[in-house]
């Protein structure tokens, strides 16, 4: 009869063999990743400095009452980290399921909205109902590592004002790194309280936010994308496609361009989702996702590149990439080199789990219903 076999004790481990395991014998972030999982001690170990341009999937876990995931926006604390390589590289074969991770690390009583990502960080929401909170709680938060940021509670509109609750964008100038000052870092918020407007401040820096009202110059609620190009923050208006720009240096809103042909894409078949994304050549890319009438379900994408002739614009449809793929989420869309990250799709849209192949103009793979985007792509950061 044989002894049963004892279970190693991890933490008896000298600290001096554990940082070789962890930082000359693991090669992928994944390892990196499944060995925090080991024991305490190992978990509070940081990771290496690691460059990771393929991105993962950040989506919240199924409800266990009924089988559909809750909208991101929606309060679910539980989110799994998907690596999306088996996809690129198999289509046909299921993501292997990372890790899971609970957003509210905090008091229990914490029910958490994830509104979007940006350079492996994701921007968080928290509402505390024991003892109540004044107005919502904003933190950045990199789900790897779970080191928090917490942001500015009070905006420049006057005393006592709290930060804005509907926000439907975010971007942020950098990522937070171990050897970037925080300072020159900044977020920017489009929300949609009273009219919208944007809301900037500077990490480590402002105490407050400082508003940005839109006023007069868009239609209430209106907005549909943001993203930085030319170093301006330029707003579109899925209204009648105007894109805006604000000027840090003015500061003011002034109109960028309508181009001629924003008629036809912005007030013909709906509904729509729309996307602005700066391609690798610099150049201002509108990303639409054409729904269904009835479900949201998404049947096909289309790209334009805004071109300028003299004084007049137009946005040119794009039937290629290239050797790229795009990474499209809930928030904003991601391109990916095909030369670095062989796996993937050229010429494909990569929406959640599905691909669809803009050649082809049809989905190559389908992933649940193909409804309404559920998750954020980020890229993984070690910070």
Avoid at 35 to 47: A, E, G, I, N
Avoid at 199 to 226: S, Y
Avoid at 277 to 306: D, N, Q, T, W
Avoid at 335 to 360: A, F, I, Q, T, W
Wanted: charged share 25%; glycine share 8%; net charge positive.
């Amino acid at each position: 009869m044989t002894e049963p076999t004892e279970q190693p004790d991890w933490l008896q481990l000298p600290g001096d063999l554990v940082e070789t395991i962890i930082h000359r014998r693991l090669t992928k972030l994944q390892d990196f990743i499944h060995s925090r999982s080991v024991c305490k001690q190992w978990r509070s170990l940081p990771l290496p400095e690691f460059r990771q341009s393929l991105p993962w999937l950040v989506s919240p876990c199924k409800s266990k009452s009924a089988n559909k995931p809750k909208a991101v926006g929606c309060n679910g604390n539980l989110h799994r980290i998907t690596d999306v390589t088996a996809t690129a590289t198999e289509i046909k074969n299921k993501k292997p399921r990372l890790q899971h991770v609970n957003l509210a690390d905090g008091p229990r009583r914490v029910e958490v909205q994830c509104l979007g990502s940006a350079f492996g960080w994701l921007l968080l929401k928290e509402e505390r109902s024991s003892p109540p909170s004044w107005g919502p709680i904003l933190c950045l938060m990199n789900p790897l590592t779970r080191n928090k940021i917490y942001l500015p509670r009070e905006t420049t509109a006057g005393q006592g004002t709290c930060v804005p609750c509907c926000i439907a964008r975010f971007l942020m100038s950098a990522a937070p790194t171990a050897t970037k000052t925080e300072e020159s870092i900044t977020v920017v918020l489009l929300y949609q309280d009273g009219g919208g407007g944007l809301a900037f401040c500077k990490l480590g820096w402002d105490e407050r936010w400082t508003l940005v009202p839109f006023h007069d110059h868009l239609p209430r609620n209106k907005v549909a994308e943001i993203v930085s190009w030319r170093g301006k923050i330029h707003v579109l208006c899925e209204d009648d496609g105007r894109v805006l720009a604000y000027d840090h240096l003015q500061p003011k809103f002034s109109l960028a361009f309508l181009a001629e042909n924003s008629a036809n894409l912005f007030n013909g078949e709906r509904p729509c989702n729309y996307r602005l994304v700066v391609s690798p050549e610099g150049e201002l890319m509108l990303l639409i996702s054409h729904c269904e009438s009835v479900g949201g379900r998404v049947k096909r994408f289309s790209i334009y590149r805004a071109k300028e002739d003299g004084r007049r614009w137009r946005w040119d449809a794009v039937g290629s990439i290239g050797d790229y793929a795009l990474f499209f989420d809930s928030s904003r869309a991601v391109y990916v080199s095909v030369r670095d990250h062989p796996e993937c799709r050229r010429d494909c849209v990569y929406y959640m789990g599905n691909v669809y192949d803009l050649k082809m103009n049809e989905f190559v793979h389908r992933s649940g219903d193909g409804g309404p985007a559920v998750g954020n792509w980020i890229l993984p950061s070690s910070y």
